[in-house]
């Protein structure tokens, strides 16, 4: 018979056709992957995988073992959590905030793989604003959530990051980089940025808006705005310009508005982040499962 991290190697490394990726997502080494492997094939009489030194791919037995064993260790997973589920009581509402297209393509599989390990835990969405990211959860009225970084702050813990994007500079059409294909932040020099109203710490904007060019050239700061969408309509409308997640092209695309990348602007990060200290079996259980979907996704 299969012992289970057996089974889980030879899975791993049948999705992933590398040995690398397999040992980070079983949490072992590669020469354990290896030896794994050779087991399984030792006990079954056959090669699984073809190994060369560019490629690993499925042989014809592997990949009939492949197609029936992993549904069937699918079955026996969700056993598992359900089990799991009952034992950590993760159960009732978890209610997570997000920001606008901080979300991403990440929250539906985030949200379908949590549904199917905690069936008996509902996730309620929550959407939190740029002048107040973290007000909805250090008042409570949600329990994690998904937002933008950097969060410097002692009484908050900052999670597993979900994304990593770059940057986009967002102009009027009539702007005089608007025909632009990429831009760099010093050329900024002379522009207008917008300053923003609310309780958003003064790093976390300065790093999303920048005040100063790399070089240390001052960015003007124009009008106060309290949402994105009054931000877009001050763009549009020539009033400044705004740096933003490159995402945003994608989520709130605007005939009046181009999307240029910035070149120099460095990281911009979607995190998971709750309270210090906090020991809801909840969050616990959506952090997991966030890890676990990063992993597989790489």
Known sequence: M????EIKAFLALARHHHFGKA??????????????????ETK???????????????????????TSLEPAYGRLEAIYYQAQN?????????????????????????????????????????????SDPLGPLRRGE????LTRLPVQETDLTVGP??????FILAVGLQHRLATRTHVSLEELKSETMFAITGNAPDYWWDHHVPRETPSGVPISRGAKVGSFQELLTLVAAGKGV???????????????????????????????????????SRIKALVDVARSLLVTSR
């Open 86 to 130: 009952a034992a950590r009581g993760v159960t009732g509402i978890l209610r997570l905030g997000f920001m606008g297209s901080g979300a991403n393509e990440l929250m539906a599989p985030l949200l379908t793989r949590f549904r199917e390990r905690y069936p008996d835990c509902d996730i309620e969405l929550v959407e939190t604003s740029f």
């Open 23 to 40: 040992a980070e997502e079983c949490a072992v080494s590669q020469p354990r992957i290896s030896q794994l492997i050779r087991g399984i």
């Open 242 to 280: 705004s740096t933003m997640a490159a995402s945003v092209a994608v989520y709130y695309p605007r005939p009046d508005i181009k999307y240029i990348p910035v070149v120099d602007g460095g990281e911009n990060e979607v995190a998971l982040v709750w309270r210090s200290g906090e020991q809801l």
């Open 161 to 166: 990051v979900m994304i990593s994007e770059g």
């Open 44 to 66: 079954i009489g056959g090669s699984l995988f073809n190994r060369t030194s560019r490629q690993v791919t499925l042989t014809v037995l592997g990949q009939q073992l492949f």
């Open 2 to 5: 299969l012992e289970l991290s």
């Open 142 to 145: 949600v329990d994690v959530t």
